[in-house]
């Protein structure tokens, strides 16, 4: 596997994080999902989380795969 594949795949996923938690952020109104901002808003903080879930499970997967030192 590439190794700069993870990487890749971490900036990707702390982007779209970043992304979501500002528009979320700025949209957010405190309304009911009939307020188009407020419906966005949770749309993009649904977006936040699953980019941190998605952080978290890429650190575990690139602590358990990392490579070896071989002698």
Same mark, same amino acid.
């Given at each position: 596997?590439?190794e700069?594949r993870?990487?890749?795949?971490s900036i990707a996923? $702390?982007?779209?994080?970043a ?5 979320a952020? *700025?949209?957010? &109104?405190?309304?009911?999902?009939g307020?188009?901002?407020?419906? $966005?808003?949770d749309?993009?903080w &649904? &977006?936040?989380l699953l ?6 499970? $890429?650190? $575990?997967r690139? *602590? ?8």
């Amino acid at each position: 596997m590439n190794e700069r594949r993870p990487i890749h795949i971490s900036i990707a996923l $702390a982007a779209s994080a970043a992304v979501g938690f500002v528009g979320a952020v *700025l949209l957010d &109104i405190e309304g009911d999902w009939g307020e188009p901002r407020q419906a $966005a808003a949770d749309i993009l903080w &649904i &977006i936040f989380l699953l980019s941190v879930l998605g952080l978290v499970v $890429a650190g $575990a997967r690139m *602590l358990v795969h990392r490579p070896r030192a071989t002698r």
